[in-house]
């Protein structure tokens, strides 16, 4: 039987400016066709974006540097409950399960990446480093996506029972 998941997150190595893994794994589902090196720029661009911004604004409720206001913004828009479709008894009903570390960390990147390739016209560190910005303050697209996932969940709790 194969395996589930493949051995992605032993080999993953820290990014080479931040030391951080969690830096390295976004850096990678920013990629594409294999050019780690301009998604390596664009996000290192976007965070140099969101250091001078935090310098600038000197602000209490925010961290004081790039990388503490990246992971704030991952943290705010990381769902605990997703709705998963079940059928019982010919009806289809959208449960409410609870979110693995590594699912929702997934939703995580892929809802930032959306909201960044869904605004056209901008350069994309601009984009990125604007979202992990609204992110942080609890604003912006994943965050509402996040919310609306919340919501549908909560909404849909009575049908909890079916998750097995």
Not at 59 to 77: G, M, Q, R, W, Y
Not at 114 to 127: D, H, M, Q, V, Y
Request: with cysteine; glycine share 4%; charged share 30%.
């Amino acid at each position: 039987m194969p395996k589930q998941f493949t051995a992605s997150e032993s080999q993953l190595k820290p990014d080479p400016r931040y030391q951080d893994l969690i830096v390295a794994k976004f850096t990678n589902c920013i990629m594409y066709g294999g050019k780690k090196a301009t998604a390596q720029r664009v996000v290192y661009d976007a965070l140099e974006m969101v250091q001078n911004r935090l310098d600038k604004e000197k602000s209490d409720a925010l961290p004081k540097t790039a990388i503490e206001l990246f992971h704030l913004a991952l943290n705010n828009v990381r769902p605990s409950v997703e709705v998963r479709s079940k059928r019982v008894g010919g009806a289809n009903y959208q449960v409410p399960m609870p979110l693995n570390r590594r699912r929702a960390q997934s939703l995580t990147f892929r809802w930032i990446l959306e909201a960044i390739r869904s605004e056209k016209g901008k350069p994309i560190a601009l984009r990125l480093a604007k979202e992990l910005f609204d992110a942080a303050k609890n604003e912006g697209k994943a965050v509402t996506t996040r919310e609306n996932t919340h919501r549908m969940a909560d909404a849909n709790k009575a049908f909890a029972h079916f998750a097995w």
